[in-house]
């Protein structure tokens, strides 16, 4: 279970004038123009997709596949990634592995157009880590300032492992012209767990695979269950613990006690990550600090309210049926009451996009125990289809149930493409199509604003 190699982590923050200082920050700038279609697509009571692939399972790719190689260079920097490194999309976290002896912890930065070092937000920067002739330079946007009608888009991966299909998977998010600029990765990254002892080797080849994105665009990490990684007959009782080692994320800044739930602002967003694999019940930390969390988001500042959480609460496959049921029963009421726009989850290993609806008109007298309509609830979105060494799950509840929009279990990736505070535009893309190819798509109304008398002014 030790880890290999030996990580370091740096948190580059910039204020709006002190550019100088050791810290800088970063931002994207992504103009997208803004179309407004009306409300939620109809499904015709959804669509089970009749696409039908091969049964096989995908191997995890050999240790000595190019999309492992070490780089050259004793001591060189590897496993190269970064994240939003505090709350509001000011600072950048950049991670890294040196594999013989601890490294310098130095970042060496310069935006690229010194004349705009104060303009911290849209810009270029890019970075060194390493020394001599280990040095490797990277690059990274950083985010524009917080803001209602910013528009940005953020990709969805999910549960990606590190097969053939994986591959094929970063791929098609890498070629896809919509151009995600920050990754909302929903948890189960290497799946190192499926080896034996945990094989931290595994973890270490995932990190390899993966710097050619994030090292250039923050992922916005959230943990599964293949993160546990608890192992106490072999004296590692911490769960979580090569997860928490390797995947910085700023926890802190948003008053969270743990790296496992925490809160960023990102352009127009607020993303809220919360651990399905930590206690969430009543007076626990998780509960606590989202009841305080939910009531501060400023739609006004961040029109749109984003939750990620590795287990659906709705999904119709079979496998890992309901899991998600007591999370729903605690939480599900306080996604409505604050209008949470969408909750994206991976889990299951296959696609699956919900109507919006809601389950929380029950009480033990009532009958009202099936989901229904509400025009103010979550759309669910399941992407755990990154493409991970356990394969597709293909058994689906039949005949499907009205509230899931479309199914499909095949492999690929989404984005979402914020255009202003009211309206953004959702695409599912399969690896078997074209990178341009949308396999399915959703026009998504933002809930607070299309619902607040502020809008017809606006
Ligand atoms: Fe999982």
């Not at 690059?139 to 591959?167: A, K, M, R």
Request: hydrophobic share 35%; charged share 20%.
């Amino acid at each position: 279970m030790d880890m290999l190699g030996l990580s370091c982590y740096v948190c580059l923050r910039f204020g709006r004038s002190d550019m100088a200082m050791n810290w800088i920050g970063f931002g994207s700038v992504y103009l997208l123009t803004g179309l407004f279609v009306g409300g939620l697509r109809s499904c015709n009571g959804g669509i089970s997709s009749s696409y039908s692939r091969s049964n096989d399972i995908s191997d995890d790719m050999p240790l000595s596949s190019d999309v492992f190689a070490v780089p050259p260079g004793y001591n060189a920097p590897q496993q190269v990634h970064i994240t939003q490194g505090d709350h509001e999309g000011r600072g950048v976290i950049v991670s890294w592995v040196t594999p013989n002896e601890p490294g310098s912890s130095k970042v060496i930065y310069w935006a690229e157009n010194t004349e705009l070092k104060k303009h911290a937000y849209n810009t270029k920067y890019f970075y060194k880590v390493g020394t001599r002739d280990a040095t490797r330079q990277f690059w990274f946007t950083t985010p524009p300032e917080v803001g209602p009608d910013v528009p940005y888009t953020f990709g969805l991966i999910g549960d990606l492992g590190q097969t053939f299909d994986s591959n094929r998977t970063l791929t098609h998010y890498e070629s896809n012209p919509a151009k995600g600029q920050t990754v909302l990765f929903v948890g189960d990254l290497s799946y190192a767990d499926k080896y034996p002892l945990h094989d931290n080797n595994r973890w270490d080849s995932w990190g390899r695979f993966v710097e050619r994105n994030v090292a250039y665009q923050p992922w916005i990490w959230s943990a599964g269950n293949h993160e546990i990684d608890f192992l106490p007959e072999y004296g590692e009782g911490e769960p979580f613990k090569p997860y928490t080692h390797r995947y910085f994320v700023p926890y802190e800044a948003s008053g969270s006690t743990s790296p496992l739930w925490y809160s960023i602002k990102r352009a127009s967003a607020y993303v809220i990550v919360m651990s399905s694999y930590s206690a969430y019940g009543v007076s626990t930390p998780q509960y606590k600090w989202l009841m305080k969390e939910l009531p501060k988001v400023n739609r006004s500042e961040t029109p749109w309210l984003i939750v990620v959480m590795h287990c659906p609460l709705y999904s119709t496959y079979a496998h890992h049926y309901m899991e998600g049921e007591t999370m729903r029963v605690m939480y599900e009421q306080y996604f409505v009451k604050y209008k949470v726009d969408v909750i994206f989850s991976g889990h299951v290993h296959a696609y699956e996009r919900t109507e919006r609806v809601s389950n929380i008109a029950y009480n033990i007298e009532n009958g009202l125990c099936a989901p229904r309509n509400d025009e103010f609830a979550p759309v669910y979105i399941t992407i755990g289809d990154g493409g991970n060494q356990e394969g597709l799950l293909y058994e689906m509840v039949d005949p499907k149930p009205k509230y899931s929009a479309f199914r499909e279990p095949s492999y690929g990736h989404a984005t979402f493409e914020i255009k202003n505070r009211t309206t953004a535009y959702y695409a599912w893309h399969c690896n078997q199509d074209g990178y341009s190819v949308e396999a399915d798509s959703l026009w998504f109304h933002n809930l607070y604003w299309k619902s607040s008398s502020v809008v017809a002014s606006f």
